[in-house]
């Protein structure tokens, strides 16, 4: 398994930008499809979007689409979430995972997870 840390999460205003990070340890990193759930208080975790092994195909909840783009860096071991025109129900924990699969929705398909890192959204 790979361990995986979170980081970017933060206080922001409804309109404005945030760029989460992710950073793997391993030399595998570059093996993993990569994907971003989030959390918000009382529901469930829900998928918001996933990259493949070499950056090439995304996929991205309706929700979020045109708004956030995920990308990586296997050379860093880093993938990112580059949250723009945020709303307050962006608001939630947002954890990044790695699995084997592309593209996969069901968390229970990933086999790492980070901590998490709170995301706010004020109106």
């Known amino acids: 398994q790979v361990q995986l840390v979170e980081s970017g999460g933060g206080l922001v205003q409804a309109g404005g930008s945030l760029r989460l990070s992710c950073a793997a340890s391993g030399r595998t990193f570059s093996s993993y499809a990569m994907g971003w759930f989030r959390q918000a208080p009382g529901k469930e975790r829900e998928f918001v979007s996933s990259?493949?092994?070499?950056?090439?195909?995304?996929a991205y909840t309706d929700s979020v689409k045109g708004r956030f783009t995920i990308s990586r860096d296997n050379g860093k071991n880093t993938v990112y979430l580059q949250m723009n025109s945020l709303k307050p129900e962006d608001t939630a924990v947002y954890y990044c995972?790695?699995?084997?699969?592309?593209?996969?929705?069901?968390?229970?398909?990933?086999?790492?997870w980070g901590q998490g890192t709170q995301v706010t959204v004020s109106s």
């Open positions: 990259i493949n092994t070499n950056g090439v195909l995304r």
């Open positions: 995972a790695a699995g084997t699969k592309f593209p996969v929705r069901n968390r229970y398909e990933y086999n790492s």
